[in-house]
C-alpha cells in the first residue's frame, strides 16, 4: 500500500531502545481509557521500548510487586470497546506523602522506568509533576537508605512526564475535549431521548441531574443537544429571580401546544450565592407554581459505564500514540507535558500550565466572578453557553430586530443525521436576528416547485433529535431548473440561501454562481453547511452526519466481532459506505479495531492482499481469535467484496474462516450522536451569522445585491479553525470524477490504524512535537471548537 512521503517518517531518529515506559490509570474512570492504555503499550512495543501496566493507579506505584507488570502484544487485545479501565484506577492517600513517592520511587527504579504515562484528570497529573520535580531527591534518599546503588542515581537521572485527560466531566482547561466526555453525552442523550417519549405520552416535566461537581459542561452540551427548555451550571448561576423567569418560559411552552419540559441541572448547580440548586428543589418549584406534573432522574454513575464512542477511541487512540512520541523526544530539561485536542489536531502543552489554569476557573467560581469562569473554561465553553441561550430563550418581538430580509433554508443530497439540527439552528437565528425564515422542502426539486412556506420558530421544537431530514432532501441539481429556481426566488422574495448538504450542495452552489450572470435573483447571499455520512466534501475536515455513521459502524463492527467469541478463529469483511472517499473505512478501521481497511484513496493489488492475509494468518496462529477487515464500497472495482471474501477465505483454510456484512443505509439512519447534533446546531448558527452580516453588506438601492465570489461560501472546518470559503476557490482543491477533495487531512491517521495492528509502517509526524502554551483567549479565527 501506499506510503507517506518518506522524508517524514521518524523511526530513524526516535527508537525506544533501551527504554522503560510505564502506563497508568488514576482518578475516576472514563470510557476510552483502555483505547489510550492499549495505544500506549503497542506504540511503545512498536519503537522498541519495554512497556508497564501499573494496576490500580497510584496506589498500584506505591504497593509495587505485581501492581507492576510487563506488557505484552496481546496483554491489550479485546480491550478497546471495553468501558471504564482494565488496569484499575484507585485514589491513594499514601502517593501524596513523601514516604509514598519514596516507595514509588523505588519500585520504578527496580525496573529501570523512568517514563510514565499518566491517564487522568488535574489532581493526578499534578500528583504526577511532583513526583518528577521530587525524583532525583528520592533517588539520593534511597541510595542513602541503601535500597539502591549509588549509579542509579545517574542512571535513572531524570523522570519524564506526559499526561492525558481522562474525565468524563470536560473540566481540563488547554484541550477542546477530554477522554471520556463524548461517551458520557452518549450515556445522557440516550437516556434523555428516552425519558422524551414518556414525558411527551403524560405531559410531564422531567428535572434531570447529570454529573459536574465543579464543571457545567455535560449539562450545557446535552442542553443544547436535546433542545431542553432550562439549563443549570455552576459556571454562570441564574440570576436572583430566575425561579420566576423559568416558570413562565414552562408555562409559554406548554400554552404553544409543547407537551413536555425538559429541565437539566449539574450537579454542581449554584445559585448568585453559592447555594445549591437541587432537584428536588426544583421540581417542588414547578408543581407548586405551575401544577405540572413533574419527575425527577438523577443518572449518576450510568454516565461513567457502558462502551466508548466512536470520538473517544480515536481520540484516545491519537492521544496514546502522540504520548509515546513525547516521551521518547523528552530530555531532562523538557518539562512535564499533556497531551490536548485543540480543534482537529493532537497539540501538546505544559502540564502546569493547565492545571494551574483549570484551578484558576474555581477561583473565580468561589469568588462569585462567573463571567471570568466562564472565559476561562475556554472558547468551545463559551460558544456554547452563548449558542445554548440564543437557540431556547426567544426574545419577545418587540425586542427583534426588523430587517425585512427573507431567508431560505434547504437540504441537498442524501440524508445525514444531525441536519435537523442544523435547520433547527439556522431558523431560531435568522428569527432572533429579524428575518423571515422559509424552508424548502425536497431541496432544488422542491425549490423549482415552489414547495417554499414560512417556518417559525415553534416548527422546529424537538428537532435536534431527529434523524434524516425533515425538510427532505433530494439529490437534484439546480443547473436545468434555474430559470424556474429564479422566479420562485423573485416571487418570495428570497434574499439569501443556506444549503445543507452535501457533495451536489457544493455542486449546486457552483452552479447558481455561475448562473448568476443570467439571473440577478441569484445575485444573493449563499452559504453551504457540509452534511454527509461521506465527509467528502472539499474545504472541510469534518461533516454533519459522519460521526453518527462512525457510531453505527463502531457499534456493528463490537457486536459482529462478540458474535464469534467462543468459536474457531474467524475474520469479518465488512463493507462500508462513502463513495470514492475511504474516510468511513478508514476512521471506523481505528475506532473498531481492524486489522485493514481497502479505500480508493490508498491504492492497493494482489500483493497488498496477500502480504494482509499472510499477516493475519501469522497473527490467528499466535494470538487473536477474530479479525476485521473493513472495505469502502468503491475502494477498487475489481477487488470487489466478494472477490476479497473468497480470496481471504481461500487462503485462510485451516487457520480461519471467513464471514462478510455489507452495512448499508444503516450508517445514514438512527438519531444523530451528541457530537452531530452540536456540531450541526453550532456550525449552522455561524452560517446565519454570516448571512445577517453579508444581508447588510450587500443591501443598497432598496435591494439585495451579491456578486462577488466572497458572497457564495462554504462553512468548513480547516485543521483548528472554521473557516467561509468562497466555493469558487476550492474547485482547484477537488476531484470531481471521484467526487473527494484531493488532499485529506484523515490520510495521517492510516499509518496509526496499522501500526496499532502490528504492521510495519511509516507515521507521519509532521504535526507532532511542538509543545505550545495554553492562550487565556484564543483569536477568534481559531474557534474551530465548535465540534463540541
Given at each position: ?5 518518506s522524508k ?85 492517600k ?12 523505588l519500585?520504578?527504579?527496580q525496573?529501570g ?8 484528570g ?5 500528583g ?26 545517574q ?17 481540563f ?7 471520556g ?56 448561576p441564574?440570576e ?22 425538559i ?10 450565592n ?17 401544577g ?29 500514540v ?6 521518547l ?15 482537529n489536531?493532537?497539540v ?13 476557573v474555581q ?7 462567573f463571567e ?52 433547527r ?28 412556506k ?14 434524516g ?33 452535501g ?56 457486536r ?68 476485521l477487515v ?7 472495482e ?12 481461500e ?10 456484512n455489507v ?16 456540531f ?18 450587500t ?5 439585495v ?24 476557490q ?11 477533495p484531493?488532499?485529506?487531512?484523515w ?32 483569536p477568534k479565527e ?7
Open positions: 500500500m501506499a506510503q507517506p512521503d517524514k517518517i521518524f523511526f530513524e531518529n526516535l527508537s525506544g531502545a533501551g527504554k522503560a515506559i510505564a502506563v497508568l490509570t488514576s482518578g475516576g474512570d472514563a470510557q476510552g481509557m483502555n483505547a489510550a492504555v492499549r495505544a500506549v503499550v503497542r506504540m511503545g512495543l512498536y519503537v522498541g521500548a519495554k512497556v508497564y501496566f501499573i494496576h490500580e493507579g497510584y496506589q498500584g506505584m506505591v504497593d509495587g510487586g505485581e501492581n507492576i507488570r510487563e506488557a505484552t502484544w496481546e496483554s491489550v487485545s479485546s480491550m478497546l470497546q471495553v468501558g471504564g479501565t482494565v488496569i484499575g484506577s484507585a485514589r491513594c499514601e502517593f501524596r506523602t513523601h514516604e509514598g513517592r519514596l516507595k514509588a520511587a519500585n520504578l527504579v525496573r522506568i523512568t517514563n510514565l504515562c499518566v491517564i487522568g488535574d489532581g493526578s497529573l499534578t504526577a509533576n511532583l513526583f518528577r520535580e521530587e525524583w532525583s531527591g528520592l533517588l539520593t534518599e534511597l541510595v542513602e537508605q541503601g535500597s539502591i546503588e549509588a549509579d542509579a542515581v542512571k535513572y537521572s531524570a523522570l519524564h512526564i506526559v499526561g492525558m485527560v481522562g474525565s468524563i466531566d470536560n473540566d482547561c488547554g484541550t477542546d475535549m477530554t477522554i466526555t463524548d461517551s458520557a453525552l452518549h450515556r445522557i442523550i440516550e437516556v434523555v431521548d428516552a425519558i422524551m417519549t414518556t414525558a411527551q405520552s403524560h405531559q410531564r416535566t422531567f428535572v434531570l441531574e447529570v454529573m459536574g461537581r465543579h464543571c457545567g459542561y455535560l449539562a450545557l452540551v446535552s442542553a443544547l443537544a436535546c433542545g431542553a427548555d432550562w439549563v443549570l451550571i455552576p459556571e454562570m441564574p436572583d429571580g430566575w425561579e420566576d423567569k423559568m416558570c413562565q418560559k414552562l408555562s409559554a411552552n406548554r400554552a404553544g401546544m409543547k407537551r413536555l419540559n429541565i437539566i441541572v449539574a450537579e454542581g448547580a449554584i445559585d448568585q453559592n447555594k445549591p440548586i437541587t432537584t428536588d428543589y426544583i421540581k417542588n418549584l414547578v408543581v407548586k407554581c405551575l405540572f406534573d413533574t419527575r425527577v432522574t438523577i443518572l449518576g454513575h450510568v454516565q461513567r459505564g457502558g462502551t466508548p464512542s466512536a470520538f473517544d477511541r480515536i481520540l484516545a487512540s491519537r492521544m496514546g502522540e504520548a509515546v512520541l513525547a516521551l523526544e523528552t530530555t531532562a530539561n523538557t518539562p512535564a507535558c499533556v497531551v490536548s485536542l485543540c480543534g489536531q493532537s501538546r502543552l505544559p502540564l502546569m500550565e493547565c492545571v494551574q489554569m483549570t484551578q484558576e477561583k473565580a467560581m468561589d469568588e462569585k466572578r471570568e469562569a466562564v472565559k476561562l473554561r475556554g472558547r468551545s465553553f463559551e460558544n456554547n453557553l452563548k449558542t445554548y441561550k440564543l437557540l431556547a430563550h426567544r426574545k419577545p418581538e418587540s425586542e427583534l430586530p426588523i430587517s425585512n430580509f427573507n431567508v431560505a433554508v434547504l437540504n441537498v443530497g442524501a440524508p445525514a443525521a444531525g441536519m435537523n439540527a442544523a435547520v439552528s439556522a431558523v431560531r437565528v435568522g428569527i432572533s436576528e429579524g428575518h423571515k425564515m422559509f424552508a424548502v422542502n425536497d431541496g432544488f426539486e422542491g425549490f423549482c416547485k415552489g414547495q417554499i414560512e417556518i417559525k420558530w415553534a416548527d422546529v421544537g424537538g428537532w435536534t433529535g431527529q434523524g431530514s425533515l425538510l427532505g432532501t433530494k439529490r437534484t441539481l439546480p443547473a436545468k431548473h434555474v430559470d424556474k429556481i429564479a422566479d420562485q426566488m423573485r416571487k418570495h422574495n428570497i434574499n439569501a440561501l443556506l444549503v445543507i448538504g457533495f451536489e450542495a457544493f455542486l449546486s452552489l457552483l452552479e447558481l454562481l455561475t448562473a448568476r450572470g443570467k439571473y440577478d435573483e441569484l445575485c444573493v447571499p449563499m452559504v453551504m453547511v457540509p452534511a454527509t455520512v461521506s465527509n467528502n466534501v472539499p474545504g472541510s475536515d469534518l461533516s454533519i452526519g459522519a460521526d453518527t455513521a462512525l457510531n453505527a459502524i463502531t457499534t456493528t463492527c463490537d459482529i466481532k462478540q458474535s464469534a467469541s467462543g468459536t474457531k478463529r474467524r475474520v469479518f469483511i465488512i463493507e462500508t459506505m462513502g463513495g470514492y472517499c475511504g474516510y468511513l473505512a478508514s476512521v471506523g478501521g481505528l475506532a473498531a479495531g481492524a486489522d485493514a481497511a481497502y479505500i480508493y484513496e490508498e491504492p492497493f493489488d494482489i500483493r497488498d492482499l496477500q502480504a494482509n492475509v499472510e499477516h493475519l494468518t501469522e497473527k490467528m496462529k499466535t494470538s487473536i481469535q477474530r479479525g473493513l472495505r469502502n464500497e468503491n475502494s477498487n475489481n477487488y470487489t467484496t466478494d472477490f476479497i471474501y473468497q480470496l481471504y477465505t487462503e485462510g483454510k485451516g487457520v480461519f474462516d471467513c464471514r462478510k452495512l448499508g443505509h444503516m450508517q445514514q439512519g438512527g438519531a444523530p450522536s451528541p457530537f452531530d447534533r452540536n450541526g446546531t453550532k456550525i449552522s448558527a455561524k452560517a446565519m451569522q454570516w448571512i445577517s452580516k453579508k444581508l447588510v453588506e443591501f443598497r438601492q432598496g435591494r445585491f451579491a456578486n462577488t465570489e466572497d458572497s457564495c461560501c462554504l462553512l468548513g472546518m480547516r485543521r483548528r479553525a472554521l473557516v467561509f470559503q468562497p466555493v469558487v476550492l474547485k482547484d482543491e477537488t476531484d470531481f470524477v471521484h467526487r473527494i484531493k488532499e485529506q487531512w490520510l495521517k491517521l492510516r499509518p496509526l490504524m496499522k501500526i496499532l495492528a502490528k504492521y510495519k509502517t511509516s507515521y507521519d509526524v509532521s504535526d507532532s512535537g511542538q509543545l505550545e502554551h495554553v492562550m487565556r483567549n484564543r481559531l474557534d474551530a471548537s465548535v465540534a463540541m
